[in-house]
C-alpha cells in the first residue's frame, strides 16, 4: 500500500454487500436499477415544475430543489459502487473518501433543511391563508434556499476539515459501500474524542432543530385544521400536507436507523441495510410519493411529456 504524509495509507477498502463472486451481477442490476429509477424520477418532477408556470409557486419551487438534491444524494456514492462492482475493484482513495463524506453530509443536511422549510411552507398557507401569497414572496422563497445552502455545506465542511486532522495507521476495511463518516472515524488511530463530540453536538443542532421546526408547523397546522368546521375543508387542508408528512416520515425513520444501527458494524450488516434505505430508496421513492395523488404534479408531468 502506497503511504502518504498525515494519512498513513492513500486508499481505503469498501467492501460492500457481499463477497460473493454470484452474487455481483444480481446487485449490480439491482442498484443499477433503482439509481435509473432515481435519477429519471426526480429529473421529470423537476423538469416538469421548471417548464409549467402554474407550478411555479413556493410549494413546488421547495419541491424541486428536493429533486435535485435526491440526484445529487444518490449520484454521491451510487456511481462509484457500480464502478467498484464492474471493475472487480474495492478500493476508494483518500480523497475520494473525505470528498464523498462532505457531499454526503452537505445533500443529507440539504434534505433536512428542505424538508423543514417545506413543513413551514405548508403552515403559512393553512395557518395564515390571506398573508401567503404576501410572505411567501419569491425573495422569501430564494432566501430560505440559500439559507438551506449555506448551512449545510457549512456543516459538512466542518465535518470534512475534522477528518483531515485524523491518520491511518493500517488498512481500513469499511464494512459499507461508501465511505460512511462515523465508520470511517471509527477506523483511525488518532485521538477521535473531537471528532465524536462534533459529530454529535452539530447533528444535534441541525438534526433535532429541523425536527422541533417541523414538529412546531404541523401543531399548529393541525390545531387550525381543527378549527375548520366542515368535513371536507379538512379532509382539503390535510391533503396538501400528505406528501410531505410521508417524505418526512420516510426520511427520519431511514436517518434514525443508520445512526441507531449496531456500533460493531464487522459483526452486522443491519447499517449497510439501513443507509441503503436512507441513501437511495428513500429519494426513489419521494417522486411517487408527490405524484400519484398529486393532481397539479400529473398534469403539469403529462404536458412535459407530451400526453
Not at 176 to 183: D, K, P, V, Y
Request: hydrophobic share 45%.
Amino acid at each position: 500500500m502506497v503511504r502518504s504524509n498525515g494519512t498513513g495509507i492513500s486508499q481505503f477498502i469498501l467492501l460492500g454487500f457481499s463477497e460473493e463472486p454470484a452474487l455481483q451481477p444480481l446487485i449490480f442490476g439491482l442498484f443499477l436499477s433503482m439509481y435509473l429509477i432515481t435519477v429519471f424520477g426526480n429529473l421529470l418532477i423537476f423538469l416538469a415544475i421548471s417548464s409549467d408556470s402554474h407550478l411555479h409557486t413556493p410549494m413546488y419551487f421547495f419541491l424541486s430543489n428536493l429533486s435535485f438534491v435526491d440526484i445529487c444524494f444518490t449520484s454521491t456514492t451510487i456511481p462509484k459502487m457500480l464502478w467498484n462492482i464492474q471493475t472487480q475493484s474495492k478500493f476508494i482513495t483518500y480523497e475520494g473518501c473525505i470528498s464523498q463524506i462532505y457531499f454526503l453530509v452537505l445533500f443529507a443536511g440539504l434534505d433536512d433543511f428542505l424538508l423543514t422549510v417545506m413543513a413551514f411552507d405548508r403552515f403559512m398557507a393553512i395557518c395564515r391563508p390571506l398573508h401567503y401569497t404576501v410572505l411567501m414572496n419569491p425573495r422569501l422563497c430564494g432566501l430560505l434556499v440559500l439559507m438551506s445552502w449555506t448551512m449545510s455545506a457549512l456543516n459538512s465542511l466542518v465535518h470534512s476539515l475534522m477528518m483531515l486532522r485524523l491518520s491511518f495507521c493500517r488498512v481500513l476495511e469499511i464494512p459499507h459501500f461508501s465511505c460512511e463518516l462515523n465508520l470511517v472515524v471509527r477506523g483511525s488511530c488518532s485521538d477521535t474524542f473531537l471528532n465524536y463530540v462534533t459529530v454529535y453536538v452539530v447533528s444535534g443542532l441541525l438534526g433535532g432543530g429541523p425536527f422541533a421546526g417541523i414538529l412546531y408547523s404541523y401543531s399548529k397546522i393541525v390545531s387550525s385544521i381543527r378549527r375548520i368546521s366542515s368535513a371536507q375543508g379538512k379532509y382539503k387542508a390535510f391533503s396538501t400536507c400528505a406528501s410531505h408528512l410521508s417524505a418526512v416520515a420516510l426520511f427520519y425513520c431511514t436517518a434514525l436507523g443508520v445512526y441507531l444501527s449496531p456500533a460493531d458494524s464487522h459483526s452486522s450488516y443491519s447499517g449497510v441495510t439501513a443507509s441503503v434505505m436512507y441513501n437511495v430508496v428513500t429519494p426513489m421513492l419521494n417522486p411517487f410519493i408527490y405524484s400519484l395523488r398529486n393532481k397539479d404534479i400529473k398534469g403539469a408531468l403529462k404536458r412535459f411529456i407530451g400526453l
